[in-house]
Nanobody
Framework: QLVESGGRLVQAGGSLRLSCAAS?????LGWFRQAPGKEREFVAA????????YYADSVKGRFTISRHNAEITVYLQMNSLKPEDTAVYYC???????????????????????WGQGTQVTVSS
């Protein structure tokens, strides 16, 4: 089970932090987003065992994904937000015994077995 929180309306240039609490073990946790009329896209992911992180080019340098090991919680710190960041943000988790976590695999939604309900982020111009 994944429970997301933190989405809200914010002005362009502002910051938000999303949280996702997971129950059970995982190999990787990721964030995806889906804007109206668009396909779901990869945002960021973290490999659980060592904290290696992966980012979409569109958010690199602005967003930071981090994890809290003991609580199996992942965060997405979003800075310098732009109107094009407006979307429903979804947290996703792999099974504990998933395939190899790599820069390629984490970008595919099919790599993840569990999904949260989504949290709305709206960035006004």
């Amino acid at each position: 089970q994944l429970v997301e929180s933190g989405g809200r309306l914010v002005q362009a240039g502002g910051s938000l932090r999303l949280s996702c609490a997971a129950s059970g073990g995982t190999n990787a946790l990721g964030w995806f987003r889906q804007a109206p009329g668009k396909e779901r896209e990869f945002v960021a992911a973290v490999r659980w065992r060592d904290g290696v992180t992966y980012y979409a080019d569109s958010v690199k340098g602005r967003f930071t994904i981090s994890r809290h090991n003991a609580e199996i919680t992942v965060y997405l710190q979003m800075n310098s937000l732009k109107p094009e960041d407006t979307a429903v943000y979804y947290c996703a988790a792999t099974r504990y015994y998933s395939g190899v976590v790599s820069d390629y695999s984490v970008r595919s939604s099919s790599f993840y077995a569990y999904w949260g309900q989504g949290t709305q982020v709206t960035v006004s111009s």
